[in-house]
């Protein structure tokens, strides 16, 4: 059983946590004008309390330093999409068969389970279409492209950067 001070502790540190980084996004989007800092202040503290109640502290652990090749793979993947896609919808030659692909996830339902259908979304030519308990199904343009092995690399991928226990 764990220490109770302990709890706290962590509690504390992901508030804080939470609260830099909705800072820095304040400041980004209003602005560093000194007169705007206490409705800062407050939107700050009412949106990390926010986060706590409806993104409770749980065995997912973020890894800022993983994030960031996440993000970059993130934004490839976004960028090769629609080419992809704009690709295959203007030049008649590329083969186009629609179709559904199920894939067995290994997240829960939850936070880590909808990031993961977030980020596949952007694979080329996919988009999650549905749920089946621990299975996503996604239609894809082309059901002979390895869809299954690109959504295992990007599962993993995740897994790795929230260190999903």
Known sequence: MSNPSDALGRLMAHALARAVALLILWLVLAGSDLADLPAGIVAVLAATVTSLRLLPVGPSRLSPVLLGPLALR???????????????????????RPGFVVYSVCFP?????????????????????????????????????????????????????????
């Open 109 to 165: 339902l939850g936070s880590a389970r909808n990031a993961f259908a977030a980020l596949t979304s952007l694979l080329p030519g996919t988009v999650p279409a549905g749920d089946e308990g621990s299975r996503l199904v996604y239609h894809c343009l082309d059901v002979d492209q390895p869809v299954v092995s690109q959504l295992a690399a990007e599962e993993a991928a995740l897994r790795h950067a929230i260190r999903h226990d």
């Open 74 to 96: 993130f934004l490839y993947q976004s960028v090769a999409a629609g080419i992809d896609v704009a690709w295959r919808a203007l030049d008649p030659r590329l083969p186009l």
